[in-house]
């Protein structure tokens, strides 16, 4: 157990001083300190949010009905829109979600029982459209293990957050058009898309894995779950809008 520790400690260091410093660590800086499994990963993103400030929420990705991965989002890094946000420490993305806002605690039952999807449902305060904002600390290639992305947040810097829509059951679809402008390019317009197909679908998932974990979803907290159209590109100066039917369109510059 104490090395468990111990290699989470330090790979945090890292990820702390790659975050301060804009550098992206190699294969070469973290070897011996990858994590072993999806506990060690948690344990070392913990480890780093434990030194930089409390958790407002989390990004979640499942695919199907296999077993998902999740990522800390800092409470300070949460921004309603529109935001301006000043940052060059190294380049980031934006994409287009749709998040959740819980309004209820799910801290687990006592005889250990899973929570149902209707259940996680309605701890659901509202949905809103976001941007998730990105920012691995990890170099692109050779591509890092999926197991070292989760320990760094699953790539995630912050997000922006539209206004919470209480009626979501309707709002959140499957088939949802989504458009999202980068600057002047056109960087997304589709329908459906999301890497779940059902944007509601991983809750559950995560609502569990966390409540098993011993840290439980919150009211209060966020979750956003999966990106339409991947990740883009956003350069000091520009100014991103997402625009996501059944909600408002939202807006995040990037000052320059």
């Known amino acids: ?18 975050r301060r410093t804009g550098g992206k660590l190699t294969s070469a800086a973290v070897a011996g300190l990858v994590p072993a499994d999806a506990e060690a990963a948690d344990a070392a993103q913990l480890a780093v949010a434990a030194r930089l400030g409390q958790i ?19 409470a300070d890094r949460i921004y309603d829109a529109p935001a301006a946000v000043a940052y060059s420490v190294s380049p980031i993305k ?12 799910l801290p687990g ?9 209707d259940e996680v449902a309605k701890a659901v305060g509202g949905a809103f459209a976001a941007f998730e904002i990105l920012e691995s600390r990890l170099v692109a290639e050779p591509r890092p293990s999926p197991l070292l992305a989760r320990a760094d947040f699953m790539g995630n810097w912050g997000l922006v957050r539209g206004p919470v829509m209480a009626d979501w059951r309707a709002r959140v679809r499957a088939d949802v058009a989504v458009r999202l402008e980068v600057g002047s390019r056109v960087a997304v317009d589709q329908r459906g898309g999301h890497p779940s197909g059902d944007p509601a679908h991983p809750l559950t998932w995560l609502a569990n894995a966390l409540a098993k974990a011993g840290r439980p979803l919150r009211a209060g907290e966020v979750v ?8 883009h590109a956003i350069a000091p100066g520009e100014t991103a809008v997402a625009t996501i039917d059944g909600f408002g369109p939202i807006r995040f510059s990037l000052s320059a």
């Open 56 to 74: 407002g929420g989390y990004k979640v990705l499942q695919v199907g009905d296999a077993p998902g991965s999740w990522g800390a989002i800092l």
């Open 224 to 231: 956003t779950t999966g990106a339409f159209g991947g990740g």
């Open 1 to 18: 157990m104490s090395q468990f520790i111990g290699s989470a400690e330090g790979l945090a260091n890292l990820l702390i001083e790659a």
């Open 94 to 105: 934006v994409e287009a979600e749709i998040a959740f806002m819980f309004e209820q605690d």
């Open 109 to 117: 039952r006592a005889d250990g029982a899973a929570y149902s999807a």
